[in-house]
């Protein structure tokens, strides 16, 4: 065989022997591809969740759960649940690989102050200073306190917490009435139904001639249908 054909055939072989070895390596490289892929799982959000429950739901797609040592404190995500995490939820990673997470401490708690016998309105405004929640205002009606003082609290002072509550004495609301439509009634019976109802009457004289009855209540004052306390004057105009 000559020289030249044996060149030509012994390349041929090389060539066939080349395409054959891509051709592996790229399948190879394919199937490779292909089990990475099939073994990757979107990461599931865990914020919000206890570390049992995502340990539980990790376990389900073959990761697992390590948690940081150091608690942040959180006003919203309760003390022990998650409050961040990596790698992010909906990203891809591989089975067996386990999730960090971050957990709350809660809400931060700070000392709180003394804030009996000051004013709600003073009290409030310390406790936004500190940093501290108003959780409920109860309160009391007595004489015997200062009006519109914090009488109690809750925690006590030099205690540490997330948020207070006050007991507040707030002067009682002066009962009132809808005056009557007492124009047209004699005069003596329209003051004795107002003070039944604690209302003070003041009567003066109409200076004008008005044809009704003499002690007849000819105008009044607030008008009838209007809210009266004992804090009002009535003034009732009678006939002479």
């Not at 190879?28 to 990757?40: D, K, N, P, T, Y």
């Not at 003066?204 to 004057?233: E, I, W, Y």
């Amino acid at each position: 065989m000559p020289f030249r054909t044996r060149v030509w055939s012994f390349g041929k072989f090389l060539l066939l022997i080349g395409a054959l070895g891509a051709t592996f390596l790229l399948f190879f490289g394919l199937s490779i591809r292909v089990a990475l892929r099939v073994r990757e799982v979107q990461v599931p959000d865990l914020a919000g969740r206890s570390v049992e429950e995502a340990r539980a739901v990790l376990a389900a797609m073959e990761m697992g759960l390590r948690a940081d040592d150091a608690p942040r404190p959180d006003d919203k995500v309760p003390a022990g649940h998650i409050l961040q995490q990596d790698p992010l939820a909906g990203s891809s990673a591989r089975r067996q690989r386990s999730v960090r997470v971050w957990l709350s401490a809660g809400p931060k708690a700070v000392t709180v102050p003394r804030l009996v016998e000051q004013t709600e309105r003073t009290a409030t405004i310390r406790l936004q200073n500190e940093g501290l929640e108003l959780a409920v205002v109860s309160e009391f009606h007595s004489s015997d306190y200062p009006a519109v003082a914090v009488f109690a609290q809750n925690p006590l002072p030099d205690t540490r917490a997330p948020q207070v509550s006050l007991l507040v004495n707030r002067p009682a609301e002066p009962v009132s009435y809808v005056m009557p439509d007492v124009i047209g009634i004699e005069a003596s019976r329209a003051v004795e139904v107002l003070h039944e109802r604690a209302l003070r009457v003041t009567l003066v004289r109409a200076t004008d001639q008005t044809g009704m009855p003499p002690g007849t209540v000819v105008r009044q004052q607030p008008a009838g249908g209007l809210r009266v306390s004992a804090a009002d004057a009535i003034v009732l105009e009678v006939s002479q």
